[in-house]
């Protein structure tokens, strides 16, 4: 190998050259920068890299007679750099995101919040203020309606099993409906019921009230401190992240629960009977396929 290369300076040049191919296969963009001691060879990543971050490798002065190769983390440059933020939003776009032909107001403009995607055709929010109140209701309206889009089927499941274990009449109508003002049937639910609920909402909103007048650091909309869990994220960008997969899930669910009321109301049955493979066992709708399958 020596004889086909000629001396060794040149036999440690062809396998650095040769080192420096497989990054560039794998999608990383090599740049060179030399001086007196040292040879250092970076790697940046390209749009198609796989990698997750930077690396650097440096390769020790020539005369050394042992060639040293080491890899270490960069961490000089900072992460969005690498990974701009892809959240969806309003801020600084004159048009509205959701509505393309239309005009975004100065105040959707400068904001932002999770989920701001231009939508206010109405133009009702006119200021900051009125922004952060409209968001306190949408964000209220949103976690009651993720609740309610699993208690409604929840409950035309459980509903008769429930009764029967605390010898109580059912709920549910002849069509197993969930009382609902089209549904009717919202006499059969107990007083002392719609009076814990009121109560709960009520202390909960008054929470929420006092808290957003305060004006403590760091609270945004909706933001009454409840984690429990411990799952709201410490970083920036998850926090942004989660925020974002709230709002989004809850309109979702606004959207979800309308259509269970009318859904219900035109066809006169249990939003349960309308699916019934995704509120039974596994077991039994692989069954129900089977039976297809072979008749």
Known sequence: ETRAYGDKSNMKSFSLAMLMTLPT???????????????KVSFSTSPLAMASSPTEFQKDDYSNSTTSLSMTSTTEFQDEEY????????????????IPFLGCSRVLQESDLAGNVGFDPLGLAKNKEQLWEYREAEVKHAR??????????????????????????ALLDEGDRVPSVLNGGMGKIPVEFWG?????????????????????EGYFPGNLGFDPLGLYPIDKEGQDRMKLAEIKHGRTAMVGVLGYVFEEYKTHLAVVDETPFLFQPITETVEEVIEIVVN
Do not use: H
Not at 26 to 32: E, H, W
């Open 25 to 39: 296969a794998l999608g990383f963009q090599p740049t060179i920068s030399t001086s007196a001691t040292v040879r």
């Open 83 to 98: 990974y701009p933020n892809r959240l969806p939003t309003q801020k600084g776009k004159k048009m509205s995101e959701s």
């Open 144 to 169: 009651l309606a993720m609740l309610a889009a699993i208690g409604w089927p929840v409950s035309e499941v459980m509903d008769r099993s429930i009764a029967d274990f605390f010898s109580v009449p």
């Open 196 to 216: 814990f609920c009121l109560g709960m909402s009520a202390a909960i909103d008054m929470y929420g009230v006092t808290k957003a007048r305060r004006g403590d």
